[in-house]
């Protein structure tokens, strides 16, 4: 059974850090390219970043570049995004996604999801 699970979410003041990471298990995704979309109360479920299956090409959506940083350890079928200076209107919770097409900074690219981490960002 293929199981996507997020950590490292929690609360944290306006400015600070947190790393959240996305463990995969019940295949490899090593040639799988893989993304983080988040999703505010009320709102739509938003591109944040995406990897390729080499981690040599990231994209960003415009709320997460120059602050955000999507990495993969395709060894340890694990996914990481760095997110730094973090504000308020950056709480929602976060998903990890497994992309099996190649459009991958929209959400119909991927076919597997984690059940979300919640990022809370205090004022």
């Known amino acids: 059974q293929v199981q996507l699970v997020e950590s490292g979410g929690g609360v944290v003041q306006a400015g600070g850090s947190l790393r959240l990471s996305c463990a995969a298990s019940?295949?490899?995704?090593?040639?799988?390219?893989m993304g983080w979309f988040r999703q505010a109360p009320e709102k739509e479920r938003e591109f944040v970043a995406a990897?390729?299956?080499?981690?040599?090409?990231?994209y960003y959506g415009d709320s997460a570049k120059g602050r955000f940083s999507i990495s993969r350890d395709r060894a340890e079928n694990t996914v990481y995004l760095q997110m730094n200076s973090l504000k308020p209107e950056d709480t929602a919770v976060y998903y990890c996604?497994?992309?099996?097409?190649?459009?991958?900074?929209?959400?119909?690219?991927?076919?597997?999801w984690g059940q979300g981490t919640q990022v809370t960002v205090s004022s």
């Open positions: 019940g295949r490899t995704f090593s040639s799988t390219a």
């Open positions: 990897i390729d299956w080499s981690g040599g090409n990231t």
């Open positions: 996604a497994a992309a099996a097409g190649t459009a991958i900074i929209f959400r119909d690219a991927y076919n597997y």
